[in-house]
């Protein structure tokens, strides 16, 4: 049984301060999805990662994906307000059926 | 307008009610999902369809059924609710394989 495991549950940050998100799987999985959650809303799809070494970056958020450590980075630089939300990695156990296991979930909080 | 809608928004029911959450999508994907959102424990997969003529169980299916009355929708019921299905719950659709899922606004349902 796959399980999908992120660290830390909760994160509070200053602004303009650097961090990592860490989202370790258990079994071998080369598809893993970011997500993020704003309080009341849904989800909205922040990176799709497909191979070994992929690295993906949107702003001040850079995911990456190392399938041999089973292990996924969300890494945080220099925090902003707006960035507070929480964040989900998801594991796709088979390749390409999409039954997504998703991990706890990574609430950030950023203070001024 | 949204490109995956749910109704109703907000639900509120009795222990042994019968209870339909609806899902549609504008998108033209083939696959849809249902996910239910616990505090703490990310989401997980309740059922899946791939078409119109292919549902499946997904992690935890026991007291759900699901409907796929067209591409465009697809619906979950709770033949006799019980509180411990209070939840946030989350259509999603998908395209390709790989591709990321894409959520609808949620359903919060309380069984009292």
């Known amino acids: 049984e796959l399980k999908v495991e992120q660290n830390p549950l909760f994160l509070s940050m200053q602004e303009e301060k650097n961090y990592t998100i860490y989202c370790n799987y258990s079994?071998?999985?080369?598809?893993l999805y970011w997500y993020r959650q704003d309080p009341g809303k849904s989800l909205e799809s922040l990176f799709v990662l497909l191979s070994n070494g992929a690295v993906k970056q949107e702003g001040r958020l850079m995911a990456s994906l190392d399938t041999k450590a089973r292990l996924s980075t969300l890494h945080i630089t220099a925090a902003v307000h707006d960035l507070s939300a929480t964040y989900f990695c998801a594991v796709d156990p088979i390749q390409g059926a999409q039954k997504l296991v998703f991990g706890q979930g990574t609430r950030l909080t950023i203070n001024p | 307008d949204a490109d995956v809608t749910q109704t109703p928004r907000n639900r509120i029911t009795k222990t042994g009610k019968r209870i339909m959450l609806e899902c549609s999508q504008t998108k033209g994907h083939d696959r849809m999902y249902w996910y239910r959102q616990d505090p703490g424990l990310g989401l997980r997969l309740i059922y899946y369809?791939?078409?119109?003529?292919?549902?499946n169980k997904g992690e935890i299916s026991d007291g759900y059924s699901v409907s796929r009355q067209a591409q465009a929708k697809f619906s979950l019921s709770l033949e006799s609710a019980i509180p411990n299905q209070t939840a946030l719950y989350f259509c999603?659709?998908?395209?390709?394989?790989?591709?990321?899922?894409?959520f609808g606004p949620g359903t919060r349902l309380l069984v009292l």
């Open positions: 369809s791939f078409d119109v003529k292919d549902i």
């Open positions: 079994t071998t999985s080369d598809r």
């Open positions: 999603a659709t998908s395209d390709q394989g790989w591709e990321t899922q894409y």
